[in-house]
């Protein structure tokens, strides 16, 4: 944009001005979503501020997807993008694996930001506490969109690790160890994968790994336990980067 001769309003951009400040927005739309929820969490804590985001979603996506249709005119079926139910799977199984990227992407540039201004060590503790929010409510979105019991167990917290951001970039494994616990390992990570091609050593994410699957496993079922089993910078065999022990316990909290 030619700063000596800026626009007086929307109307004044040109074609391919308008589409970036489209995106603009569509960001500002997401920053004021998740600041609504923080802000809701400090004021009147979690679990009102869940109750709160679950009512303003489901309206909201609503409003959103109808007003899309009506202004680009496509059609919609159960209230869906016709083109996304009708789409085949491949497709749209390729999508959900393509905006998990896109997750991760935004991961690893928003750690590169901080590194690069303020050093590893201010870029891991920015990551850990961003992980300490985000793996609990991910956790509340999956029991959420699956529809699962406040305590769904071992089995339940499963099929919600099969759900993560994660599920559709990286490689993961079960093993039932007690009746009372199994193991999940990462087989292959993304993240890690990366490095290893480019012949570094492994990202030492063991901090924001206990974060990260404590905080996860807790807002699936409170009575469940995490361990670590090995988590980069600890050593591991090449079948697997990490490993962790989920266990059910006969606490209350």
Known sequence: MDKKNLPAAIEDLNQTETVRFLFDIFHRNMLHHALWFAETVHQMGTEEALVAMDEALGKGLDIQIRRFSKVLGFPLKDGLPEALTSMPKEKLLALVEAVSANWLATDGVWFQAV????????????NDSCWAHFSPFEAWSIKRFLELPENPGLAGLKTALNFRLYASLNEQSFEDDTPQSFIFRMNQCRVQAARKRKGLADYPCKSGGLVEYTYFARAIDSRIATECLACPPDSHPQEWVCSWRFSLTNRKE
């Open 115 to 126: 590194e690069f201004a303020h050093g590893m060590n201010d870029a891991k503790r920015c």
